[in-house]
């Protein structure tokens, strides 16, 4: 079967590779239908340092698929169900997995995609538990941005920071897969939402999904123009994923007690700020990765009343680097998806 590696640093092959084994007790099989390119796609091909990983490696940590075959003890799922796959294998047994916090497990053995082969390839074996249903109306496409993209933000948004109806939001990068979810689930329980874009031609398709205000970062500061747009009061949440280039902006964009909420930093992981103003103002900082699996299967229910993926691009498999250079050029508005 075919398999998208990464054999070094910015260099994939598309290889033809063993299909898995029948899937074993408390296992499916799934065939793979769309992968969805994220922010750590693109940190996994440039190659990062410190990451505990071996290459070659399947890429692709965000995708769906359909079930081929059942393991031994499986009852919850059929051949021919439509799913999707948790992004890291988690060890089901501890206690952040009991409650339900899975992006805290104690035990983790990595993200798939990126520390573990992922979802890149025509069939993979998955623990039953770590895979969870497509209500019938959402495709394959759109489910492939449930996992990841949907997930994080959901989790950033409502478990991290507490959005709350009515609040004032910052979303940075209003164009990224993550940028767009960010809007139209503020938008959705009625915030206000104010978003960056790095072009005028974004600015309308982030209108079009519920930004009520447009900065275009490029000819603007935004810190300014959000004191502006708020009458000097400054924002209930900043959704911060930019880092280095406008984590020192975005705090100053925050009311007294506002909160940040963190996924990424995509200009740079360095800053410094000032802790003085940090606690005389109150601000809550708070870092998110992932997601848990009620936040995927909040995610589904999203989109199957309707709040569904903006995307952007649609590729074949052996275009998957075109995908990640888009991303890289930050020239996306929405969600790159690689069909298989
Ligand atoms: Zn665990």
Redesign the pocket.
């Known amino acids: 079967m075919r398999a998208l590696t990464l054999v070094a640093d910015r260099r994939l092959e598309l290889v033809d590779v063993p299909p898995p084994a029948a899937p074993g007790p408390r296992e499916v099989q799934i065939r793979i239908k769309a992968v969805a390119l994220n922010h750590i796609d693109l940190w996994g091909f440039r190659g990062m340092a410190f990451a505990k990983r071996k290459l070659p490696l399947v890429v692709g940590a965000e995708a769906s698929g359909e079930i081929v075959a059942v393991g031994p003890d499986v009852s919850e799922f059929n051949s021919g169900d439509r799913v999707v796959m948790y992004g890291a294998l988690?060890?089901?047994?501890?206690q952040?997995?009991r409650q339900g916090r899975d992006n805290l497990?104690?035990?983790?053995q990595g993200i798939l995609g990126f520390h573990l082969d992922g979802f890149s390839r025509e069939l993979v074996n998955m623990p039953a538990r770590l895979t969870i249903p497509v209500p019938g109306t959402v495709s394959f496409r759109d489910a492939a941005c449930a996992p990841i993209a949907f997930s994080t933000v959901e989790h950033m948004l409502f478990d991290n920071a507490k959005l709350e109806p009515g609040e004032t939001i910052l979303v940075h990068a209003g164009g990224s897969g993550i940028g767009t979810v960010a809007i139209m689930m503020a938008n959705a329980i009625g915030c206000t939402v104010i978003t960056t874009v790095g072009d005028d031609a974004k600015a309308d398709k982030a209108r079009a999904i519920g930004a009520d205000h447009v900065i275009n970062y490029r000819t603007d500061r935004f810190e300014h123009m959000v004191r502006k747009i708020t009458a000097k009061k400054g924002v209930d949440v900043v959704f911060e994923h930019v880092g280095a280039e406008t984590f020192n902006g975005s705090l100053l964009c925050l009311k007294r007690g506002g909160r940040l909420v963190t996924c990424g930093a995509t200009s740079g992981p360095v800053t410094t700020f000032n802790l003085m103003q940090l606690f005389q103002q109150q601000y809550r900082i708070f870092g998110s990765f992932g997601s848990s699996m009620r936040n995927v299967r909040d995610s589904l229910a999203k989109m199957a009343n309707g709040m569904l993926p903006v995307i952007d691009t649609e590729v074949p498999i052996a275009e998957f680097e075109r995908g990640l250079q888009r991303l890289e050029g930050r020239q996306v508005f929405g969600k790159v998806v690689v069909n298989f």
């Open positions: 988690t060890c089901g047994t501890c952040a997995c497990c104690e035990n983790v």
